[in-house]
């Protein structure tokens, strides 16, 4: 089992940035590939990015790309997100969430989630 805690949200300008933190515990998060996501009021929750578990690699939604930089530290067993450039569509509650596979933007193979962030973007 693994326990997943958001933080890092907040309001903040528009061309702001803000960086989110993923704590896990119950188990280290080295063996999960981790993905951040996103749900705006009235909207489905959407992918944001992905990183897997051994080489690190990375994918985005179009959305984010270029302005969403997502890395995790496994000796501190955490996942970040850091929000660079952001705009008021940007507005969302941010998740977190693991895998033990590589599911990428498929929200159903995820297996544990966090509880969410509040990120709110002012024009």
């Known amino acids: 089992q693994v326990q997943l805690v958001e933080s890092g949200g907040g309001l903040v300008q528009a061309g702001g940035s803000l960086r989110l933190s993923c704590a896990a515990s119950g188990r280290p998060i080295s063996s999960y590939a981790m993905g951040w996501f996103r749900q705006a009021p009235g909207k489905e929750r959407e992918f944001v990015a992905a990183i897997g578990w051994s080489r690190g690699r990375t994918y985005y939604a179009d959305s984010v790309k270029g302005r969403f930089t997502i890395s995790r530290d496994n000796v501190k067993n955490t996942a970040y997100l850091q929000l660079n450039s952001l705009k008021p569509e940007d507005t969302a509650v941010y998740y977190c969430?693991?895998?033990?596979?590589?599911?990428?933007?498929?929200?159903?193979?995820?297996?544990?989630w966090g509880q969410g962030t509040q990120v709110t973007v002012s024009s």
């Open positions: 969430a693991a895998s033990n596979s590589f599911p990428v933007e498929v929200q159903t193979r995820y297996d544990y």
